[in-house]
Each structure stands twice: as C-alpha cells, then as structure tokens.
C-alpha cells in the first residue's frame, strides 16, 4: 500500500509543475537544471516520488523562483486575488451609482427649469 501524499506535499509538486509549464520548461530541461532524471521529475509530479528538500532547493533555483514559492498554496493566493478584485468592483460599482444618482438629480433640475420656462410662454 503506498503513501498517499500530505497536502503540502500536493502543494509543492503542484506548484513545481505549475510554475516548469508557465515558463515553458520541459521536464528533460529542469531534471539537467536541477541534477535528476526526468523520469525522476515526471514520477515526482504524478505523486510517485515526493522530493527531498535538498531536491526542492535546486527545483526552486532550476525554476527561478524562492523555495517559499513552492510551499506557498497557489489557490489561496488565487483567490485572495478573487476577494479583493470584487471589493474593488463593488467600490467601483458603488462610485458609478454616485455619479449616475448625481447627473439625474441635476438633469432633473434643468428639466423642472425649462418646463416652468415652458409653462410661462403657454
């Protein structure tokens, strides 16, 4: 019976995975980068083989990226990211709704003047 990963575990291969795509970095390249097979990479990103600190240090340096990096949850960062883009469209939203109870307040008051205008000439 094999050891299902931990979580962080999960966290970590899943952002060396992440991070080796979004620069467009072959698992062949980042196992020379970094002193391993690439066998070693790909088992190690299906969860077969969970890497050793030491390991996760010349990853992180292969990839460019601090090792906190690998341990941060991407997820939460994502929707972090999430939760402050829909404050900021609520106060934009909220701003909008000033401006638009502002313009048909006064546009209201240059009707009511120009209809009395109107009214008097009749």
């Known amino acids: 019976m094999e050891n299902e990963p931990s979580k ?10 992440r991070i080796r795509q979004e620069k467009g970095i072959s698992q062949l390249r980042l196992s020379i980068f970094c002193g391993t097979s690439a066998s070693y990479i790909g088992l190690m990103e299906t969860y077969k083989n969970i890497p050793k600190l030491s390991t996760i240090e010349r990853i992180a340096e292969a ?14 960062k994502d929707s972090n990211k999430k939760v402050a883009q ?10 909008k709704e000033k401006i638009r109870a502002r313009l048909k307040k ?17």
Do not use: C, H, P, W
């Not at 962080?8 to 995975?17: A, G, P």
């Not at 829909?86 to 701003?95: L, P, T, V």
């Open 8 to 17: 962080l575990e999960k966290t970590v291969v899943d952002n060396i995975r």
């Open 63 to 76: 990839l460019n990226v601090s090792v906190i990096d690998l341990f941060n949850n991407y997820e939460e």
């Open 86 to 95: 829909s404050k900021d469209d609520k106060k934009e939203a909220e701003r």
């Open 106 to 122: 006064e546009t209201l008051a240059k009707i009511g003047d120009n209809l009395d205008a109107i009214l008097q000439m009749i």
